[in-house]
């Protein structure tokens, strides 16, 4: 059973362009959802995370979207950049509990320059 | 610091074969995870460990073992290895659930 659904699987942005990247989640009961991004033959590293009690959450030029009665958050890059270019996942736990992180199937995003 | 270090970074088994994906965090976190990841499905969870002497199951755990005696080492064994466990794996460990979690390089393992 997949708890969070990632969408689009893969994506292409002109340099300069809005990435977008839609997460939605089934677990109510989750209140943690971190963006992880993971560059060829490397592990996941923290973007950026929010906490429901926040709609949106903004750093430098990543900015989580979060609509709790949705079930959905998203990731937007501004002023996409080659350099952005890698995969993301997003992903939600449970403060309370201790069993690790769900993820998203990832969506490989490519800047073109 | 050398945060999450794993070991080794590529291993190439025979069907049947055993071995252990060695995983150390030196930033004296308490929880410790081991995912694997396939092409196109992210991360999922095999086991964590909420502490020293503390392991529970995650999502797939069937196939593989863990064991954590110290706070710094959380060791993945597989005991019979399959094709079906060729993936890339990750370690990872975090302060406390709902913190960020650091990542290790990852294992790729292949199995023959």
């Known amino acids: 059973q997949q708890q969070v659904k990632q969408s689009p699987q893969s994506l292409i942005v002109q340099k300069g362009g809005i990435s977008i990247i839609n997460c939605a989640y089934e677990?109510?009961?989750?209140?943690?959802f971190p963006w992880y991004q993971q560059f060829p033959g490397k592990g996941p590293a923290l973007l950026i995370a929010?906490?429901?009690?926040?709609s949106e959450k903004k750093e430098g030029r990543f900015t989580i979207s979060f609509n709790k009665s949705a079930k959905q958050f998203s990731l937007h890059i501004m002023d996409s950049q080659p350099g952005d270019s890698a995969t993301y996942f997003c992903?939600?736990?449970?403060?309370?509990?201790?069993?690790?992180?769900?993820f998203g199937k990832g969506t490989h995003l490519i800047i073109q320059p | 610091n050398a945060g999450v270090t794993q070991t080794p970074k590529f291993r190439i088994l025979k069907i049947g074969q055993s071995m252990t994906l060695q995983c150390t965090q030196d930033?004296?976190?308490?929880?410790m995870y081991w995912y694997r990841q396939d092409p196109g499905m992210g991360l999922k969870l095999i086991y964590y460990?909420?502490?020293?002497?503390?392991?529970d199951k995650g999502e797939v755990p069937n196939g593989y073992n863990v064991s954590r005696s110290t706070t710094e080492d959380f060791p993945l064994r597989l005991e019979l290895a399959a094709p079906s466990q060729t993936s890339v794996y990750f370690c990872?460990?975090?302060?406390?659930?709902?913190?960020?979690?650091?990542f290790g390089p990852g294992t790729r393992l292949t199995v023959t």
């Open positions: 677990n109510t009961a989750f209140d943690y």
């Open positions: 460990s909420v502490g020293a002497g503390i392991t």
């Open positions: 992903a939600a736990t449970q403060r309370g509990g201790a069993d690790g992180l769900t």
């Open positions: 929010i906490r429901p009690d926040v």
């Open positions: 990872a460990s975090s302060y406390s659930q709902g913190a960020e979690q650091y």
């Open positions: 930033m004296n976190h308490n929880y």
